[in-house]
């Protein structure tokens, strides 16, 4: 372990054990049982770089060399966030609930008009008033062992959302789950939400990740999401944070069988973006469709690590990242299938795609097949390279100018994977935030009052 990974990786550590009874504070013992083993690996693994081949292509020792403030209680915010933050997806018509610095806001409106028998809020505040339910699912997909910002999470984590959705139940507005980052101090959070989906039920989650100021944050957000038999559910991650963000975003999920489940992360902008993807297809006869997208420029930086595990027979899991990629900006996809020995059948497909659009912009990408059975149907493929020039000669000698050519290129490059949201009042939304982010539109994609800068 290096100088700079060790100091900041002790820091972190120190942190916990000089606060142990204030993070214990109000939980569970089986939120608290987990954190001393969770700090422990933690410790030994370190803050990843590009040493640790999960992480070669994204080195974060550097996002947590900043003096960084960490929050074990939760603070009341000087303003209402309802009155300064609108989300602008008009026609969403969503079951709304924000997070503020990894806590559930205390001033959340309240949730009416769900589906008798679902339970939406605190975790905290959930696990407190049904402990065993929520330690039913709690920290059973998180990869403590083998991922360090996972171990972190669970040591530090205090606070995030819950979902339950009782069998037979369908929620027919999407749950759209706001994190903002709001504080006077540079501020690392940690958030952990869990989703437990029951048999033959079906609900649509929508996270939007913001900056609500211009200081520097770090956000490590996990999830948990558990579907049971039967069931179908949708996970979509809109990130739109500053330049001076980092944001760990993690998505576990186990699918029962005859699941259907999207997931997915459009990336408008941000810092350093980290998208962990872990999906255990684990009943039979199910699908998992997973995309990405990545509009990057200046020194942004965007790194999709997605790993399915098909371990039964006859399931389908789909797999479609792209990213456009501007001046200085670096981008990275890691994408693994792994195909178990008895998961004969399987149909497994993953394709990565990116446009560079400077000289100076770089992309990795690294997809991989292990297939240990031997009647299945996989492929995987990339591609790196810049606009099609026969293409954008097409539209110019049509009379329409480079510019708009080249944008009209950009888009429909997009378009592809943005076709895989199923919410339609979204998916138009986030085609004219594309759009406006391809012109070079940086100001926020909320009706936010406090307007910070995108730095």
Not at 87 to 108: H, I, M
Not at 363 to 386: E, F, W, Y
Request: aromatic letters at 10%; proline letters at 3%; charged letters at 25%.
């Amino acid at each position: 372990m290096n100088t700079v990974q060790y100091t900041a990786t002790q820091e972190l550590v120190d942190l916990y054990n000089g606060s142990k009874e204030v993070y214990a504070e109000d939980c569970p013992d089986f939120m608290n049982e987990k954190r001393e083993a969770a700090i422990n690996s933690f410790a030994e693994q370190g803050i990843p770089w590009r040493k640790v081949e999960d992480y070669k292509y994204t080195d974060l020792r550097q996002a947590f060399q900043n003096d960084f403030q960490v929050y074990p209680r939760y603070v009341k915010q000087k303003v209402d966030l309802h009155d300064i933050f609108n989300c602008d997806v008009p026609k969403l018509e969503a079951t709304v609930v924000l997070t503020v610095n990894g806590w559930y806001y205390q001033r959340n409106k309240l949730v009416e008009n769900l589906p008798e028998g679902v339970i939406l809020g605190s975790l905290q505040e959930v696990a407190n008033q049904h402990p065993e339910l929520v330690e039913k699912y709690y920290g059973k997909l998180a990869p403590v062992d083998t991922d360090p910002f996972a171990a972190l999470n669970t040591a530090l984590v205090k606070d995030g959302v819950f979902l339950y959705v009782p069998e037979n139940v369908t929620i027919e507005k999407p749950i759209q789950i706001i994190n903002l980052l709001n504080s006077t101090d540079n501020t690392f959070v940690n958030q952990r939400n869990i989703f437990a989906i029951g048999k033959n039920a079906e609900a649509k989650v929508v996270f939007c990740d913001h900056t609500l100021n211009d200081k520097y944050y770090a956000a490590n957000n996990l999830v948990e999401c558990f579907v049971d038999d039967d069931a179908r559910f949708s996970f979509y991650n809109i990130q739109n944070q500053h330049d001076e963000a980092t944001n760990i975003a993690s998505f576990y999920l186990d699918q029962g069988k005859n699941t259907v489940t999207n997931s997915g992360a459009v990336t408008l902008n941000g810092g350093i973006i980290r998208n962990n993807i872990g999906i255990d297809i684990s009943g039979e006869h199910s699908e998992a469709n997973v995309f990405g997208l990545s509009l990057l420029d200046g020194k942004q930086h965007a790194d999709n690590f997605i790993n399915i595990n098909h371990k039964v027979p006859e399931c389908v899991s789909n797999q479609l990242f792209k990213n456009i990629l501007d001046e200085e900006a670096t981008g990275a996809f890691s994408g693994r299938i792994h195909v178990y020995r008895d998961a004969q059948k399987t149909s497994a497909f993953q394709r990565n795609n990116n446009v560079l659009m400077c000289e100076r912009s770089t992309m990795n990408t690294k997809p991989q097949l292990v297939i240990d059975a031997d009647d299945v149907r996989c492929s995987h493929g990339a591609t790196i390279g810049r606009i099609d020039e026969d293409a954008l000669f097409y539209l110019r000698a049509r009379g329409i100018p480079e510019r708009e050519a080249r944008l009209m290129l950009m888009f429909a490059f997009a378009n592809e994977v943005l076709d895989g949201i199923s919410i339609e009042a979204l998916r138009g939304r986030i085609e004219e935030l594309v759009d406006r982010r391809l012109r070079g539109d940086l100001s926020p994609c909320n009706s936010c009052a406090v307007h910070c800068e995108q730095k």
